[in-house]
């Protein structure tokens, strides 16, 4: 049975960083990545990254430039590297491993984490 165990949420000041990780087990993925759910509002794609050969990657426009997502093939795992943090930001991360087809859609991950608490403070 697959397994996704994310780590590294927490509470900071605008302006400030985070880095969560998510840990796979069970088998490996084509993509893994994140997405992000504020209180009243609908899942949202963040980041993910081919965990082929390529190491492609995908940001929402309002992470781009700020956010960077890496991977570790061998620890199965992905992290999620988050500067200059903006109260926006906050909302709980989920991590999601699928296929690789259709990225940026939450309906192409089988498989989740149980979500990790970001809060930002202005």
């Known amino acids: 049975q697959a397994q996704l165990v994310e780590s590294g949420g927490g509470s900071v000041q605008a302006g400030g960083s985070l880095r969560l990780s998510c840990a796979a087990s069970g088998r490996t993925f084509n993509a893994m990545g994140w997405f992000r759910q504020a209180p009243g509002k609908e899942r949202e794609f963040v980041a993910v990254i081919s965990m082929s050969e390529s190491g492609t990657t995908w940001y929402t426009g309002s992470v781009k430039g700020r956010f960077i997502i890496s991977r570790n093939n061998a620890k199965n795992t992905v992290y999620l590297q988050m500067n200059s943090l903006k109260p926006e930001d906050t909302a709980v991360y989920f991590c999601?491993?699928?296929?690789?087809?259709?990225?940026?859609?939450?309906?192409?991950?089988?498989?989740w984490g149980q979500g990790t608490q970001v809060t930002v403070s202005s």
């Open positions: 999601a491993a699928g296929s690789g087809l259709g990225i940026r859609t939450k309906e192409s991950y089988a498989y």
